[in-house]
């Protein structure tokens, strides 16, 4: 996929809220607040300014709707874990989130995790949500930039020992030098042709007889 153009639609916080379906798969990305959600957005779409990004972790706390090539969605959602905030305040994330999640919007999840970090007990709650509201997500390892090979395949060996994953199922990402970047649109590409193409199963329901 070749984003062409990319605009902000709207902030939410319920479901009221979200704008308009557009028929179409749309795909949200979440995780912690410094594992640098906006700056991948920014990049993916470069745009430097796409996506609000800021020095203090944790300042997305709405869901942020943007529109890219008027066919889908990128979903921003509130980052957590790491944000010095009220615990009510983080209860309110939470619920912002979940919200999200229960819907009935067609979605896909990118889970984005810090390569340089063994996941935390958030990321796995959200691992945890994402499969108890049985929504299809993809992980993708943040900051690839900052290690070196032997660096990151040591670290790998410490993540599975939390997650199971093969490398072929996952994506790596560098905001910094946008690593990672084509693979991500030809999998943005991908994903909404095999939704295009998608035909519900059909089950035939025979009549029963019930006798008294």
Do not use: C
Request: glycine residues 4%.
């Amino acid at each position: 996929m070749e984003i062409k153009k990319s605009d902000f639609v709207k902030s939410a916080v319920f479901e009221a809220d979200y704008p308009e379906p557009i028929n179409n798969l749309e795909f949200a990305f979440v995780g912690r607040s410094n594992v640098g959600k906006s700056s991948l957005i920014n990049s993916l779409t470069n745009r430097k300014k796409m996506a609000r990004t800021s020095k203090t972790p944790g300042r997305t706390q709405l869901i942020n709707y943007f529109i890219i090539n008027d066919e889908t969605y990128l979903v921003d959602l509130p980052g957590y874990g790491f944000a010095k905030v009220p615990k009510a305040v983080k209860q309110a994330w939470g619920n912002t989130m979940e919200r999200y999640l229960a819907s009935k919007r067609s979605k896909l999840v990118f889970v984005l995790l810090d390569i340089r970090r063994v996941p935390s007990g958030e990321d796995l709650e959200m691992l945890e949500w994402l499969d108890y509201y049985d929504v299809p997500y993809k992980i993708i390892f943040t900051k690839v930039d900052k290690m070196s090979n032997n660096e990151k395949f040591k670290q790998l060996k410490d993540i599975r020992k939390k997650i199971e994953f093969k490398n072929s199922d996952v994506l790596f990402y560098s905001a910094l030098s946008h690593k990672g970047r084509e693979e991500l649109a030809e999998y943005l590409d991908e994903a909404l042709e095999e939704y295009k193409n998608y035909t519900p199963p059909v089950i035939d329901q025979e009549d029963e007889n019930i006798e008294d």
